[in-house]
Every structure is written in structure tokens, then in C-alpha cells.
Nanobody
Framework: QVQLVESGGGLVQAGGSLRLSCAAS????????MEWYRQAPGKQRELVAS???????NYVESVKGRFTVSRDNALNTLYLQMNSLKFEDTAVYFC?????????????????WGQGTQVTVSS
């Protein structure tokens, strides 16, 4: 089994910064893509940023230039540096990872989600 544990959320004023972390632990052979999603009240979950195992990144248009996604493959940890936060960034942020695990049938890839961390930006 694999656990993804997010941390770093909280309350911040507009214009401030937060850094989210997502640590993966458990039976891990390797990790492919990792992503940050967010879900605001009454809205669908949206993809915010993604990063491949090789470090290629993508962002939703609304956060480009303000958020930076990174990962430490040795620590199996994903990060999201959020600067110039806006009220509309308020949401629960979830990390997601495609994790390779050894099974009786060889290496298989499974999808895992973290429990989410609340980010609240006051205007």
C-alpha cells in the first residue's frame, strides 16, 4: 500500500505565499507523473500543475507565472510553491501520483490520491 500525505496548507492574505508538500511512502518501486489538483466549494476538481518523472511541467493558465511545481525523486516528494496568491486560489489541494509497485505479476502502475490540504486566501 502507498500513502500520499499533503502538508503546508493554511490561511494567507492575498498576495502571500505558501508551499505545499506531498510525501509518498509505502511499497514504491518508482513514481511516474505527479500532479496537484484543487477543488473549491461547489466546483469540480481541476488539474493545477503536473510534473513528469523527468521534470517536465505543465500548469493551468490561471496559475502560470505564480505557481511552481517540483519534485524530489529521491524523497518521493512533490511540491507546489504558490506565490502571489489570490482569493480565487482558495480550495482544497490534492496530490495525485502514478506509482509503480512490485506485484506477483511484475511491475504494475497504480493511481493514488492524498487526503487534501486546505488553502484559504483572504482578500
Amino acid at each position: 500500500q502507498v500513502q500520499l500525505v499533503e502538508s503546508g496548507g493554511g490561511l494567507v492574505q492575498a498576495g502571500g505565499s505558501l508551499r505545499l508538500s506531498c510525501a509518498a511512502s509505502g511499497s514504491i518501486f518508482g513514481i511516474n507523473g505527479m500532479e496537484w489538483y484543487r477543488q473549491a466549494p461547489g466546483k469540480q476538481r481541476e488539474l493545477v500543475a503536473s510534473i513528469t518523472s523527468g521534470g517536465s511541467t505543465n500548469y493551468v493558465e490561471s496559475v502560470k507565472g505564480r505557481f511552481t511545481v517540483s519534485r524530489d525523486n529521491a524523497l518521493n516528494t512533490l511540491y507546489l510553491q504558490m506565490n502571489s496568491l489570490k482569493f480565487e486560489d482558495t480550495a482544497v489541494y490534492f496530490c495525485h501520483a502514478e506509482v509503480q509497485q512490485r506485484t506477483a505479476w511484475g511491475i504494475k502502475t497504480f493511481s493514488y490520491w492524498g487526503q487534501g490540504t486546505q488553502v484559504t486566501v483572504s482578500s
